[in-house]
């Protein structure tokens, strides 16, 4: 298979993992006999850096004719949250989403068994646990108009969802919910949002064309508690914006650490593959950024184009760095690996080369082979 792939790498950690994530991709381009084109552009804080813009048009170009992005992250402390901004390095992937049609963020949840003791929750709580999270991303308070007075004493931020935008992602959290377990939890705050009572009408009624899937409902606050003390109630949770991006966050703790957690974002013909963590400013540069969620971001990739073999082997290398404990900081506060070793077992490992050995030596020597 030929791929054209847009690489955004993006601020901080962006580039460390996104080399990671490429370096797999190739490592499956070279054992399945698969042509990964990789073409890089600016996003975000770089961007406006270069360009002056967080989404320079050459970048949006590259993105709406090639079969398939990969983000690394975005944002820069150097922007902070100054009102008087005029661009932020947030804005580029808004818009991005946007400009693709990226209506929809699916965020599986579901911890290695090598990392249960990593979780801050306890062993019986995360062992089990398998959900998916189901993200409205185009609409809702990120996207609605916001206004400050001349004062700037007042501000607002409008919170407006269409039928439409509800029932296209509704549709696909129910018929991901029939190839899982068969149940769709709706997170949203029907007691005081307008907007949220909208959404419960519109999945009310879609819901009556799946009938062998349950609907269950949760207020945003009580999702937020229910997630760290019982995730194993859920299948596939849909919501919007704003819960979503709060509430997928919040999950990474079921995990062990945020930087394990890969997403896709999917629009009609469009899709975007990225780790759901930030661009970790502090750790810039260092070597200690985790690279798995860029690198199952790569499974994730695969597995979309009917990749499944691929896909699994990406996602056997993981679960292979994790028995040998060839993991970064996050994970292993003793760990003797960084970003580019752990990538490079995990790419080593796609390949079948025989090093591996080194990496499960209590000698190990940092870098000892190196591919890309």
């Known amino acids: 298979m030929n791929l054209k792939i847009a690489v955004l790498p993006g601020d901080g950690i ?25 073409e890089e552009a600016l996003i975000g804080a770089i961007a406006i850096d270069k360009t002056g813009s967080a989404l320079p048009e050459q970048t949006l170009n590259l993105c709406l004719n090639t079969d398939a992005v990969l983000l690394g992250a975005i944002g820069d402390p150097k922007y902070g949250t100054d009102a008087a901004a005029n661009v932020r390095p947030e804005d580029g992937l808004l818009k991005l989403r946007k400009e693709l049609g990226l209506f929809i963020n699916i965020r599986p949840l579901k911890p290695f068994k090598g990392l249960l003791n990593v979780s801050p929750l306890k062993r019986e709580i995360v062992e089990g646990v398998d959900f998916v999270i189901y993200r409205e991303l185009t609409a809702g308070i990120y996207f609605g108009e916001k206004k400050l ?4 004493t007042v501000a607002s931020d409008l919170c407006e969802y269409t039928e439409e935008e509800i029932s296209r992602i509704t549709h696909l959290a129910f018929q991901s919910a029939q190839r899982r377990r068969k ?9 005081v949002l307008e907007s949220s009572r909208l959404w419960r009408k519109v999945v009310k009624k879609i819901s009556l064309e ?22 194993k109630q859920f299948d596939v949770v849909l919501t919007g914006n704003l819960f979503g991006d709060i ?31 930030g661009s970790y400013p502090h750790a810039k540069g260092r070597n ?22 691929e896909a699994r082997k990406v996602l056997a290398g993981v679960e292979k760095a994790i028995e040998y404990n ?5 994970l292993n506060p003793d760990s003797k690996f960084g970003t580019n070793e ?23 020597h940092l870098g000892q082979s190196t591919i890309v």
């Open 210 to 231: 799946y009938s062998d899937v349950e609907l269950d409902f949760l207020f945003a606050n009580n999702a937020a508690k229910q997630i760290v003390r019982n995730p």
């Open 14 to 38: 962006g580039p460390e993992v996104i080399l990671q994530a490429k370096k797999a991709l190739y490592a499956v381009g070279v054992v399945y006999e698969h042509d990964f084109l990789f």
């Open 247 to 277: 509430l997928s966050d919040e999950a990474s703790v079921i995990t062990g650490s945020i930087g394990v957690l890969p997403s896709v974002s999917l629009g009609e013909n469009k899709v975007l593959f990225e780790p759901v963590h």
């Open 342 to 364: 752990v990538g490079e077992f995990v790419s080593n490992f796609i390949l079948n080369k025989d090093d591996l050995m080194y990496f499960n030596n209590d000698n190990v």
């Open 326 to 330: 060839v993991v970064t900081i996050d």
């Open 288 to 309: 200690i950024a985790n690279p798995f969620a860029s690198i199952l971001s790569v499974a994730m990739l695969l597995d979309h184009f009917g990749l499944k073999k």
């Open 149 to 152: 007075n001349e004062a700037e």
């Open 183 to 191: 149940k769709v939890t709706l997170v949203d705050m029907a007691n």
